[in-house]
T-cell receptor
Framework: AQSVTQPDIHITVSEGASLELRCNYSYGATPYLFWYVQSPGQGLQLLLKYFSGDTLVQGIKGFEAEFKRSQSSFNLRKPSVHWSDAAEYFCAVSGGGADGLTFGKGTHLIIQP | GAVVSQHPSWVICKSGTSVKIECRSLDFQATTMFWYRQFPKQSLMLMATSNEGSKATYEQGVEKDKFLINHASLTLSTLTVTSAHPEDSSFYIC????????????FGPGTRLTVT
């Protein structure tokens, strides 16, 4: 069965500092990997996705993620965070096609002024 | 583009009653729709996958007779929580995928259900 692990429940980062959110997955075949952000009272927004090709993926809002097959990881990064980045971040995996997503438990990002 | 709506955004119902939640794809045809459940401060759990015109496929542990899913058209799927109990209180989120790009799902804003 597929699974996603986000080891950090909470992360606090100062505004302007760099950010890395960790994600490890377990999947028997080539995974389709996603990062979503959920702000209070809002729906899930897709930040970026990886299907194949270049393992460094660029997303919206200045985010990027790197797929490392050898480490089964898909960590999310941002060079300089803004207060508006405070939210819940979810990593997800699927087999593509008509598969539903398997989500990690999420990482709550807190931005310090 | 790729907007998914849900109605209602929140609902309160009494224990033992049924409540219906609608999920609509507003600007594309959704051949597949998914229903997720999110408990407070927890992750989303896939409940079921529905394809237009066919029966939904439920995940293990999800009661199909309690959570009735209908996907009658390419733009509408409904989730009916039957004989609701307080433990059914949760945040229900739908997503939709089109036949052209099934690799990406577009999520609705969610419905907060509170059963008293």
């Amino acid at each position: 069965a597929q699974s996603v692990t986000q080891p950090d429940i909470h992360i606090t980062v100062s505004e302007g500092a760099s950010l890395e959110l960790r994600c490890n997955y377990s999947y028997g075949a080539t995974p389709y990997l996603f990062w979503y952000v959920q702000s209070p009272g809002q729906g899930l927004q897709l930040l970026l996705k990886y299907f194949s090709g270049d393992t460094l993926v660029q997303g919206i809002k200045g985010f990027e993620a790197e797929f490392k097959r050898s480490q089964s990881s898909f960590n999310l990064r941002k060079p300089s965070v803004h207060w508006s980045d405070a939210a819940e971040y979810f990593c997800a995996v699927s087999g593509g096609g008509a598969d539903g997503l398997t989500f990690g438990k999420g990482t709550h990002l807190i931005i310090q002024p | 583009g790729a907007v998914v709506s849900q109605h209602p955004s929140w609902v309160i119902c009494k224990s033992g009653t049924s409540v219906k939640i609608e999920c609509r794809s507003l600007d594309f045809q959704a051949t597949t729709m998914f229903w997720y459940r999110q408990f407070p401060k927890q992750s989303l759990m896939l409940m079921a996958t529905s394809n237009e015109g066919s029966k939904a496929t439920y995940e293990q542990g999800v009661e199909k007779d309690k959570f009735l899913i209908n996907h009658a058209s390419l733009t509408l799927s409904t989730l009916t929580v039957t004989s609701a109990h307080p433990e059914d209180s949760s945040f229900y989120i739908c997503s939709a995928a089109s036949g052209r790009a099934l690799d990406e799902q577009y999520f609705g804003p969610g419905t907060r259900l509170t059963v008293t």
